[in-house]
């Protein structure tokens, strides 16, 4: 692979992305249609006591729709909450993708990766969700940025006709793994797939470390599956380290959420709002989130 991103490439990073002048002003200027996205947690960040089902109860108490699984050895029982509560799992965290570089100059640590990958996607299937949220990868001293990239994408590869069988796309998040670090970037890694079992799921607070998710929406634009919604703070991240730039409720960091979401209205989306987000510990701190998102919806 040439590693020099030359004028030509640029152009190609795909058609909507080119156009992308022309196309975005005219749709922000279009009038706000009533907004049809639905909310849902991330089950990770779900740290009250009780069962899973007395876990998925107080979710839907607090006024989500749906929860997005972890793909581990609790599925059934996940499976048969979400059943019995009437939540929807609109996507599967992949459980792997940290442990098992798909990147690793290790082959066997790929194949883990790639194993954790179809299990993803398979649970997805039979929770009914439409999409696997999934890290493709880790730039660090052991691996480049320019072996990431082609190894990851091989790799991907092999599990596209998983994908389309089981009918789950794999939707790529932007995270702090040193890699795909610019929307144009993320737009092409996607587009170089050339198909439709692949996107984006796209994490508004992890950006605000070195940009601003209404920059990233309108250039990734459709192939956004689903969103992340959390905040971060700059502040605490310079005064107190990095990762306290979490420490933050929502409402009270940084994203501006009025340019947030109206960039989400200008690429159409209407899918799940999934809340990443501190303090869902108690039935009350859920509904604290539910609302916040209520206020997001509406700005």
Known sequence: MNSSF????????????????????????????????????MWGTVAMKGSILEKFTAVKNAGFAGVEATSHPDREEIFAAAKATGLKVPSVCCDT?????????????????FDGLTLALQDAKKFGASSVLFVPC?????????????????????????????????????????????PLEMARYIDEFKSPWIGSHFDVGNVLRYGWPEQWIPVLG??????????????????????????????????????????VDGI???????????????????KKISDAMDKILAS
Not at 6 to 35: H, N
Not at 145 to 168: M, T
Not at 244 to 260: I, T
Request: with cysteine; proline share 4%; charged share 30%.
């Open 222 to 263: 459709k192939r956004i599956q689903k969103f992340h919604i959390k905040e971060f703070s700059r502040k605490k991240m310079q005064n107190a380290g990095l990762a306290k730039g979490f420490d933050v409720n929502l409402l009270e960091g940084d994203n501006d959420w009025p340019a947030v979401m109206k960039a």
């Open 97 to 113: 993708h940290w442990a098992h570089n798909l990147a690793s100059p290790d082959a066997e640590e790929r194949k883990r990766g």
């Open 268 to 286: 159409g989306y209407d899918g799940w709002f999934i809340a990443e987000q501190r303090g869902a510990d108690s039935p009350e701190g859920l």
């Open 6 to 41: 030359s004028r030509r490439d640029f152009l190609k990073v795909s058609g909507s992305t080119v156009a992308l002048a022309a196309v975005v002003p005219s749709a922000f200027s279009q009038p706000a249609k009533k907004r049809e996205i639905k909310k849902a947690i």
């Open 138 to 182: 880790s730039v660090n001293e052991n691996v480049s940025y320019g072996d990431a990239y082609l190894r990851s994408q091989e790799e991907l590869r092999k599990a596209l006709p998983i994908a389309e069988e089981c009918g789950v796309k794999i939707a790529i998040e932007n995270v702090w793994n040193n890699f795909l670090l610019s």
